[in-house]
């Protein structure tokens, strides 16, 4: 026999009906008895959410769908208005509707992953990246409530359903393309180190790095925000070496678009004095100056099989667990030109 809501309510020293209260997040609740009650629920081992479904075991017909911390910015980001569409597209017609959920740290996004599941508010959840040792993963995981990540899982990736690309190959095959341009001095501009998706397209840039036999720097690689402003700082670092690149792997279209700017600011043109290639091809990526080659993700089709997988798994709670991988493919646009073409400028 479970532990109950009575159980819970003499351990917290409080009534059965505010142990109930809390479980579905009224705002009545002052926050000093909400911390109190959940922290008697867990030493207690009370999963709320089940019992409550149990009660309940009605469908909410919605799906949430987390954003990466500060969203504001992630949002400036054509990747994400382009997964959306494809969730959107496979909810609508399956008559679901999307509740998104952001925060500013990651504490306020966990905060808003656990209301949506105390509170009954959503059947399932897609996550809109995945993070090294993410608390939110983890809570999803000791809650049994269905969820898909669009990434790659950072550990039990066998138990985790989730729809990515090969990023690791995308990144060899992206750097190989400049080294066959005749580059030898190339460098890496990423997004944070706690983004599987980053690390994944670094390890294939220095795949391909050590197999062609070239000199993989430290200095070559520059870690900042997938955004203008961090972009900028990089470059400024990177042109400032002594053997500073002639090629760059950039992890993000967005940030490459920075990155050419700032180029510009030093004098430095793409693709003459500098080669260019990116990841994501977001729309802006075709009408930027010199348009950008890059690796195409089908982005939409992350969206949509994402929301097919997730509803799949609202529906059959034993559906076992799937890896779907998107293929890719490069754009070859002007960012990037045979390296004796641009040295004779």
Same mark, same amino acid.
């Given at each position: 026999m479970g532990v109950t809501i009575k159980q819970v309510a003499k351990a917290a020293g409080v009534a059965p009906s505010t142990v109930s209260r809390v479980i579905a997040d009224h705002p009545r609740i002052?926050?000093?008895t909400k911390k109190r009650v959940k922290k008697a629920m867990k030493e207690m081992g009370y999963h709320p959410n089940a019992n409550a479904r149990n009660l309940a075991n009605r469908s909410t017909q919605s799906?949430?769908?987390?954003m990466p911390t500060s969203a504001d910015k992630a949002l400036q980001n054509p990747f994400f208005p382009e997964v959306l569409r494809g969730i959107s597209a496979v909810a609508h017609h399956l008559d679901y509707s999307l509740l998104l959920s952001t925060g500013e740290t990651?504490?306020?996004?966990?905060?808003?992953?656990?209301?949506?599941?105390?509170?009954?508010?959503?059947?399932?959840?897609?996550?809109?990246?995945?993070?090294?040792d993410d608390p939110v993963v983890n809570f999803l995981l000791e809650q049994d409530f269905p969820f898909v990540v669009v990434g790659k899982p950072s550990e039990r990736v066998d138990e985790i359903t989730h729809v990515d690309n090969d990023n690791v190959k995308a990144g060899k095959? *992206?750097?190989?393309? =400049?080294? $066959?341009? !005749?580059?030898? @001095?190339?460098?890496?501009?990423? #997004?944070?180190?706690d983004r599987v998706v980053t690390v994944d397209r670094m390890q294939g840039y220095e795949l391909a790095i050590k197999e062609a036999g070239l000199p993989f720097l430290e200095d070559y690689r520059i870690h900042t925000e997938f955004l203008k402003s961090g972009g900028r700082q990089a470059v400024?670092?990177?042109?400032?070496?002594?053997?500073?690149?002639?090629?760059?792997? *950039?992890?993000?279209? =967005?940030? $490459?678009? !920075?990155?050419? @700017?700032?180029?510009?600011?030093? #004098?430095?043109?793409?693709?003459?004095?500098?080669?260019?290639?990116?990841?994501?091809?977001?729309?802006?990526s075709e009408v930027t100056r010199p348009p950008l080659t890059t690796v195409d993700i089908h982005i939409y089709q992350l969206g949509s099989q994402?929301?097919?997988?997730l509803i799949e798994k609202v529906k059959d709670r034993l559906e076992p667990a799937k890896r779907i991988i998107i293929p890719y493919d490069i754009k070859h646009r002007a960012s990037a030109t045979e390296k004796e073409a641009s040295s004779k400028v």
């Open positions: 002052s926050a000093a799906i949430g769908v987390v990651d504490e306020e996004v966990q905060e808003g992953v656990e209301r949506m599941v105390y509170s009954n508010r959503v059947d399932g959840i897609i996550l809109l990246y995945s993070q090294i095959d *992206i750097t190989s393309h =400049l080294i $066959s341009l !005749g580059h030898e @001095n190339i460098g890496f501009i990423g #997004g944070s180190k400024h670092e990177l042109f400032s070496l002594p053997n500073p690149p002639t090629g760059l792997v *950039i992890a993000d279209d =967005l940030m $490459s678009i !920075g990155v050419v @700017n700032m180029l510009e600011e030093f #004098g430095k043109r793409v693709p003459q004095d500098v080669s260019i290639v990116s990841f994501n091809n977001v729309y802006l994402a929301a097919k997988c």
